[in-house]
Nanobody, 122 residues
Framework: QVQLVESGGGLVQAGGSLRLSCAAS????????MGWFRQAPGKERECVAA????????YYEDSVKGRFTISRDNAKNTVYLQMNSLKPEDTAVYYC???????????????WGQGTQVTVSS
């Protein structure tokens, strides 16, 4: 079992930055691929970034490429999502997830956090 807790969401103006954190506990964090999803009102949940267990393979959804960066610190059992140049359309609840491979993470993953709200004002 893996428990995930997100933090770092909030209200920011367009063009600003936020860094989301996801702290993991339970099984060995370093063995899991990690991902960040978001869900805006009335829209389906989508994967915006994923990172392999080794940290060598990344995935970014097209709309966030060049603006968002996913990273991990295995010593702290934490995955981050650095979000720069934020736009109003980035407004959503952001969730982190974990599974044994990046494809599984992107497909939905086994373990989920409770989510953190990000609101970008214009």
């Amino acid at each position: 079992q893996v428990q995930l807790v997100e933090s770092g969401g909030g209200l920011v103006q367009a063009g600003g930055s936020l860094r989301l954190s996801c702290a993991a506990s339970g099984r060995t964090f370093s063995g899991y691929a990690m991902g960040w999803f978001r869900q805006a009102p009335g829209k389906e949940r989508e994967c915006v970034a994923a990172l392999s267990a080794s940290g060598t393979t990344t995935y970014y959804e097209d709309s966030v490429k060049g603006r968002f960066t996913i990273s991990r610190d295995n010593a702290k059992n934490t995955v981050y999502l650095q979000m720069n140049s934020l736009k109003p359309e980035d407004t959503a609840v952001y969730y982190c997830n974990a599974d044994l491979s990046t494809p599984r993470v992107r497909a939905g993953g086994k373990y989920w956090g409770q989510g953190t709200q990000v609101t970008v004002s214009s």
